[in-house]
């Protein structure tokens, strides 16, 4: 079996790097991870070795593996008209503050400018400053802090200023 961790830290170097394909294979399994343009999340293929790959993401979950259920969207997006998502630029894990003891970064209401930083996301033991890329009003925070993000996931809505 793959690793997911060494699968998550690929996915997140070949974005990093624009890379439009790897393929890794041993003699038990094949990898194979296409991004069809720059624009698109990475689709995993994933078949042991002698056997052609299947897709086995859907377009939303980055990493499924062969055999277990998709993950569901963590809140519905409703109302979205005017407002502006950020997204998260990985696969990891959501953090709304430095610490449980903490204050969040931002709230609902908050104003945020583009360079402010409004949450943390750990991918293979380092925390990434997330900024808002925006400057309004957070609208709503569509996931809680410690829950699990995909590449490309709306975390944040935003209401221009």
């Known amino acids: 079996m793959i690793d997911m961790r060494k699968l998550k830290e ?3 170097l070949m974005t990093a ?6 393929d890794l294979r041993d003699k038990d399994e094949q990898v194979t991870i296409r991004r069809p343009n ?3 999340a990475p689709q995993i293929m994933h078949a042991p070795a002698g056997l052609a790959p299947m897709a086995v993401a859907a377009p939303s979950v980055v990493l499924t593996p062969v055999g277990s ?4 969207p963590t809140a519905a997006i409703d109302d979205t008209a005017g407002l502006i998502k950020i997204e998260s630029p990985m696969v990891g894990t959501f953090y709304a503050s430095v ?3 903490k204050p969040p970064f931002v709230t609902i209401g908050a104003s945020v400018g583009a360079n402010s930083v409004v949450c943390l996301i750990e991918a293979m033991k380092i925390f990434n400053e997330i900024n808002a890329g925006a400057t309004g009003t957070i609208e709503k925070i569509l996931v809680k ?17």
């Open 10 to 12: 690929l996915i997140r």
């Open 17 to 22: 790097n624009e890379l439009l394909e790897l």
């Open 38 to 40: 720059t624009h698109s």
């Open 69 to 72: 259920s998709a993950a569901k």
């Open 99 to 101: 610490s449980p003891d």
């Open 145 to 161: 802090s410690g829950d699990p993000v995909e590449f490309g996931q709306v975390i944040f809505l935003v209401r221009p200023s």
